[in-house]
């Protein structure tokens, strides 16, 4: 074991700074759902009102949570692995015999595969979209005059536009991870990361500059942030509360194993209780700060309440450009607003294509590069489906991203997320666990932050959040053959693009199950074959 951690340890890199690791660990938990998501969420849910179950959820949720996986990931960069299978299996060798902790290692090991493939094969997409409209945005494309609802039709089924970018930003993700952790994913981050944070301050700034329109005197930037934050308790109910709860296990990139993926390259003494409140402190500077500043006044002078309606894509891609091209350099305003999605974007697909990269690393014992490479390559053809309906339907349908999204990026998480603190939580002893969590940091986590929260309460509310998805899923018709069909829409395309969705997400957490099962048996096969 000596040896295998020591041959782990060198060839896997390490972050060259405290803040290099921070800035990246902010970047993979700072995404595009922080700034198209959050604003709108928080002023249909309550305004005010919404972030006192929101700042709950963050403290009994988010920060239990966010610590177990920085802890889980540290630990096994320590035996020299950087993916979920091995770390839940050893942690889990603590309780039961090597064989059970196989099977739940090799079930954790799939899910976690499966998550940051599925995710990427359509977030990229995104990502190259948000490039497509900075440039577009820079040349005055989509200025006054502009049809905005064609242009992102265009966007994505156009082949030139839409495999164009998204090939743009995959190769950009290559090259970034190829260099490794210190001199690619780190120094890519600082250099991101302080220039998205640049970009919404401006945008913030802007938009409380912003004057109301002569017809429209009422709707000024002050009016828009009251919109967002006065209070009404009276849109706070157990769904809102259970809806906080899942946007911050989204909002910090929870249950995806990109966290202790990235903290599987710390030093054995690093603090992860520092950089763990750090890493959510920035999360929320620019959710909660920036986003709601920058996002809300500026589209609420332009657009009054009208803001709440439509999906996030739509509200990013097609709503805020019309606020733009009604302004004053609104083309600048416009490229700010997608640079700054773009390095959102990019960062965040960063994290999810390293945990690729380290998982054909450790199972295929290649060198960084290669892996690199076949991640890009693997991704490209997992991502063809994403950009092929939209072309065979001009636009008109999205239904096997937005399958991936509802399955994989807000419902496979939540379950990877509770079984990690069912398994850190009970299967190792609590004073182990928070020695762990403690070595090297400066401020001690209290031992009620283990037996309280990580075993009990926090695992409880992520059980309740998981089983209302389930009956609301249930209820909406999210489990039948077609999926659910808005009005007017085909049952018999939704049907097809539905189940291309899910035979893909099968697909993938088959070759993951089989890929961690092979690693882990070939690496702990002399005690496997003892029992």
């Known amino acids: 074991m000596e040896k295998l951690k020591q041959k782990g340890t060198h060839h896997r890199g390490e972050w060259g700074s405290k803040l290099g690791l921070i800035l990246a660990m902010a970047g993979n938990a700072v995404g595009l759902g922080n700034f198209w998501r959050f604003p709108r969420m928080a002023a249909e849910y309550g305004g005010g009102a919404f972030m006192i179950p929101y700042f709950i959820a963050l403290v009994v949720v988010g920060l239990p949570i966010m610590i177990t996986e920085w802890h889980l990931g540290r630990f096994g960069g320590q035996h020299g692995h950087g993916t979920i299978g091995p770390m839940i299996y050893l942690q889990a060798r603590e309780k039961v015999k090597p064989k059970t902790a196989l099977a739940i290692g090799t079930i954790c090991g799939a899910l976690a595969f499966a998550i940051p493939v599925l995710i990427n094969s359509y977030y990229n997409h995104i990502v190259g979209w948000s490039l497509n409209y900075a440039v577009q945005s820079l040349f005055n494309q989509l200025g006054h005059g502009a049809d905005l609802t ?3 039709q265009s966007a994505i089924s156009n082949p030139v536009q839409a495999i164009g970018f998204w090939v743009i930003a995959a190769l950009l993700l290559a090259v970034a991870a190829s260099k490794g952790i210190k001199k690619g994913i780190e120094a890519w981050s600082k250099i991101m990361m302080p220039t998205l944070y640049i970009f919404g301050i401006v945008l913030a700034c802007f938009a409380l500059f912003t004057q109301a329109r002569p017809e429209t005197p009422n709707l000024t930037a002050i009016a828009g942030l009251d919109f967002l934050w006065h209070p009404d308790f009276s849109k706070v109910n157990w769904s809102v ?18 966290i202790s993926n990235y903290a599987s390259f710390l030093k054995k003494d690093d603090d992860i209780v520092v950089s763990s409140i750090a890493t959510v402190s920035l999360n929320e500077f620019a959710e909660v700060v920036l986003a709601s500043t920058a996002v809300v006044p500026l589209a609420y002078v332009f657009m009054g309440d009208d803001l709440l ?4 894509i739509g509200f990013s891609f097609i709503s805020l450009p019309n606020a733009f091209m009604n302004m004053p350099l609104g083309n600048i305003v416009g490229a700010c607003w997608f640079f700054l999605l773009f390095f959102a974007g990019f960062t965040s697909a960063l994290a999810l294509f390293n945990y690729l990269v380290t998982f054909i690393e450790e199972g295929l014992h290649s060198s960084r590069k290669v ?10 053809v997992i991502g063809i489906p994403v950009v092929l309906e939209p072309m065979l339907s001009n636009g008109a349908t999205q239904i096997y991203f937005e ?13 990877l997320g509770f079984i990690e603190l069912i398994i850190v939580g009970w299967f190792v002893k609590p004073q182990k666990t928070l020695e762990g969590i403690n070595s090297g940091a400066k401020a001690k986590v209290p031992s009620w932050v283990v037996t309280v929260f990580i075993r009990i309460i926090t695992p409880a509310i992520l059980l309740l959040v998981i089983v209302n998805a389930t009956i609301e899923n ?9 999926g659910i069909v808005p009005e007017g829409g085909d049952p018999a395309t939704y049907a097809l693009w539905t ?3 899910r035979g893909m997400i099968i697909v993938v957490f088959i070759f993951g199950f089989i890929m961690t099962l092979r690693m882990l048996r070939k690496t702990y096969q002399h005690e496997l074959s003892k029992q």
Do not use: E
């Not at 259970?242 to 910090?252: K, N, R, S």
């Open 499 to 501: 189940n291309l969705g």
């Open 309 to 312: 309606q439509g999906g996030s």
């Open 474 to 482: 249930a209820k909406n018709g999210f489990f039948s053959w077609t």
């Open 371 to 380: 892996a690199s490479w076949v991640a890009f390559v693997s991704l490209i």
């Open 403 to 415: 399958t991936l999204d509802s399955w994989v990026g807000s419902y496979l998480v939540l379950f």
């Open 241 to 258: 509360i259970l809806a906080a709860c899942g946007q911050i296990f989204f909002t910090l990139s929870l249950g995806m194993g990109l």
């Open 150 to 152: 064609a242009a992102y």
